[in-house]
């Protein structure tokens, strides 16, 4: 059967709880019609790019499935009658990635220490670190500054 990922974004405001509810429910659709769900990821509850529905944040859960395209088809048309469910999107792979998703890995470095000194320390700004007096510029008469205007 062919490989799949599928990622649906659930409303804001549901709980984890109901958002595990509705991984179940679609998990038992593939695995009714003789597919499995062979890894669940919770990504959390995260801003979206832009409003969705008056949203903008989404409870994002991301499936790795081997399932037909039949199967695939059902679930997703129960998504589309799903409230709860604002988008989602079905991706056919050649083969399912190991371990961690590439998101929830830039989740674990966001965790580390910062490497350098406070934000506020932005090292040696050599003569212009006080923002004070250019030094390249001459000195301003008042009769320079309209030089194209008739006297």
């Known amino acids: 059967m062919p490989l799949y990922?599928?990622?649906?974004?659930?409303?804001?405001?549901?709980?984890?709880?109901?958002?595990?509810?509705?991984?179940?429910?679609?998990?038992?659709?593939?695995?009714?019609?003789?597919?499995?769900?062979?890894k669940t990821e919770?990504?959390?509850?995260?801003?979206?790019?832009?409003?969705i529905r008056k949203n903008r944040k989404a409870h994002y859960t991301m499936f790795n499935i081997d399932a037909s395209p039949e199967a695939i088809a059902e679930m997703e048309r129960q998504m589309g009658l799903n409230e709860d469910v604002i988008r989602f999107m079905t991706i056919r792979v050649e083969s399912h990635e190991e371990g961690q998703s590439a998101i929830l890995t830039r989740r674990?470095?966001?965790?580390?220490?910062?490497?350098?000194?406070?934000?506020?320390d932005r090292g040696d700004r050599g003569d212009r670190g006080d923002r004070g007096d250019r030094g390249d510029r001459r000195p301003r008469d008042d009769n320079d500054s309209d030089e194209g205007e008739a006297a």
């Open 5 to 38: 990922e599928h990622i649906f974004l659930a409303r804001q405001d549901v709980s984890s709880q109901q958002v595990e509810t509705l991984c179940e429910q679609f998990r038992n659709i593939i695995t009714e019609r003789g597919g499995t769900v062979s």
């Open 42 to 51: 919770s990504w959390g509850l995260r801003a979206l790019a832009f409003r």
């Open 108 to 120: 674990d470095r966001d965790d580390r220490p910062p490497r350098g000194g406070p934000r506020g």
